[in-house]
């Protein structure tokens, strides 16, 4: 790192964030995230500093590079320890350790999500819950990366306030407004995170329609009824299905297994009839109070 002692700092937190905001505190899955994040600032198809690449495109509705500067995700607190290793870590980056298993890797993916891009980029390996490609041809190769750092790192509390305020002005959709999930997990995923073997997958190699878990917003204003019928509409289909909701969108999980946390902020639970049961409609009974249909959620310490 060529920067000066300001710069320095700054690159450090927002290395820092981006692999607990990322990877959760595992050490490998961390440095896989600093990684790309390096690679990214040396490639001239991003920006040129370590706050910007974590930051870029948030300061925008749509767009943002790393999801977790657009959906809330920002609001969320990190223990001091968390923060003292993650930073331990980037302060290794940045001193010029390398994370070898990911290379030159440019992009990476969680293992629960399929998205558009994958199948235009080369994979390159598989750390932790997420997998690393890099892009075809000469813009995937080393040589590619040959940007020089000038410095001059943006304000990372200044960057993430306008996130932030961005997310805000652009909330996430809520199941009842828009019908549509935050997140949703493959029906393979599923069985991974159960320690099951994957499931056969549909003729055309994707998961059949409604098939997985779907985590969705939910608020204390929301018709009970009317959010049942979204949920089975986002299971329409057939196979294992199920919906969950939260009313905070920093409390919606990135993926399976949910933490205990997770599950003590849970607000909706639904589970869609199939083979092994009838249809499961749980609601947080201290957010509706009275639902009109199924049962309250039993209290988690």
Known sequence: FAGNAADRLRARDCLALAG?????????????????????????????????????????????????TCDGSLARRYSDAAWSEARARAEDMLGGATHAPVGNATHFHADYVYPWWSDRLDKVAKVGPHIFFRWRGFWGSRQALS????????????????????????????????????????????????????RAAASSGQPGPGAGVHFVLVSPGDSP???VERARSLCAGGGYCRVQGWSDPAQVPASLPLSDAARRSLRFSFAAANANGGEAIFFDCRLFSAPDIGTCLPAIP
């Open 20 to 68: 607990m905001a990322e990877a959760g505190g595992a050490d490998g899955d961390q440095r896989a995230v600093m990684q790309v994040i390096l690679n990214r600032v040396r490639h001239p198809a991003f920006a040129g500093t370590i706050c910007g690449v974590v930051f870029e495109g948030s300061q925008r509705p749509t767009g943002c590079q790393f999801s977790f």
């Open 147 to 198: 940007a020089r750092y000038a410095g001059g790192e943006p304000d990372p509390l200044r960057l993430r306030d306008t996130a932030l305020a961005t997310a805000a002005a652009n909330p996430l959709p809520g199941l009842l407004g828009s019908g549509e999930a935050v997140r949703s997990i493959t029906r393979d995923s599923v069985a991974r995170a159960a320690g099951e073997p994957p």
């Open 225 to 227: 009824a009317a959010l």
